[in-house]
């Protein structure tokens, strides 16, 4: 058996680099050097709360926005091949026992014959950049649940990493009124060099007022609103969300892709009224590839903001869990 470097919760707030044995590769499955990984707030949430949804029997593997190079395939795996550059994709195998987690020198990935879960990326194609498909796909998705065009108008609350990469995708699909509002003077400067046409503050600015500056304002039935068509709500505040229900305009489209542990109160006399449409968004595009398609056609590399090697984990989980500057922080397994 082979032993890799591996990041696992073992109880709420306790994380550990263990050194751990990874399963024999059996016909349908595949073992990846990890070259690079992301962490991510979904990362910090397991950690905090001692696994997916708490301790269970063994210690939780973590580690899911990762790319690398095929080390072995079993016999019926066709799609790819050994020496091959992936991503992998997330499926419900990763992070979920002792043998696989991306935070790893190496992943096992299980039934990999059955497709879509490892995908080939262009040979020019940083591994650290194709690290950041799996978040570039939840930001897509979060864009597609909007269901806007070109002309619309277009908010997006948050700008961390999925924010960002919300951004993205709606500027590759040819929209250029997007305003995106953070409190990070970092994310916000992130925002527009990935496509935003302007940011605001809403430490210092105030935000539905600047809104209705740069959208114009449309009638309501008492009063008006900003004309602001399409939300993403990114931020994971309650009171953001709060807000964009009771002060978006009518038949305005509402994604909602940030995590909200705790009930947030809707007015759902605002939804009626006005008939908003609220989607939640926790998935990927149908085409996974269509992350890394993106990765080809922009440059999405100012996501990266700070890169530790694994060794350095704890610290790289300090940044990512005590400032609200970075983007996206990436973890190196190897010289890529």
């Known amino acids: 058996m082979t032993s890799v470097d591996q990041v696992r919760i073992h109880a709420p707030g306790q994380v550990s680099l263990d050194r751990v044995e990874l399963p024999e590769c059996g016909p349908r499955d595949a073992i990846v050097d990890v070259h690079a990984c992301g962490i991510c707030g979904s990362d910090l949430s397991y950690i905090k709360l001692g696994g997916l949804a708490g301790p269970g029997g063994e210690p939780m593997a973590l580690g899911h926005e990762l790319a690398g190079v095929v080390r072995t395939v079993g016999a019926e795996v066709t799609d790819v091949t050994p020496g091959q ?23 096992f990935v299980r039934n990999a014959a059955k497709g879509g879960r490892l995908f080939g990326i262009p040979d020019d194609m940083p591994l650290t950049i194709a690290a950041l498909a799996e978040p570039v796909a939840v930001g897509m998705h979060a864009a597609e649940q909007l269901h806007v065009g070109v002309d619309d108008k277009v908010a997006v609350f948050g700008c961390g990493p999925i924010g960002l990469a919300a951004i993205a995708s709606l500027a590759d699909r040819g929209l250029t009124d997007i305003v995106a509002i953070d409190l990070s003077e970092t994310r916000r400067g992130l925002a527009k060099q990935l496509g935003a046409s302007e940011t605001l503050d809403p430490a210092t600015q105030k935000v539905w007022r600047e809104l209705e500056r740069i959208h114009g304002t449309a009638p309501l039935m008492f009063g008006h609103s900003a004309a602001t068509t399409g939300f993403i709500e990114a931020s994971g505040s309650p009171k953001v969300l709060t807000d964009i229900i009771d002060r978006a305009g009518t038949a305005a489209h509402i994604s909602i892709v940030a995590l909200h542990y705790n009930p947030v109160p809707v007015n759902f006399l605002n939804v009626l009224m006005k008939e908003l449409v609220i ?24 996501m990266i903001t700070n890169q530790f090697a694994l060794s350095e984990i704890d610290a790289a989980l300090d940044v990512l869990s005590g400032s609200k500057e970075c983007g996206k922080v990436m973890i190196e397994m190897r010289p890529v």
């Open 279 to 302: 989607r939640g968004s926790i998935n990927y595009p149908e085409r996974f590839s269509d992350a890394i398609e993106l990765l080809q056609r922009r440059d999405l590399s100012p």
């Open 85 to 107: 550059r992936v991503v992998v994709h997330p499926a419900e195998e990763i992070g979920c026992g002792s043998g696989e987690g991306g935070l790893a020198d190496a992943v």
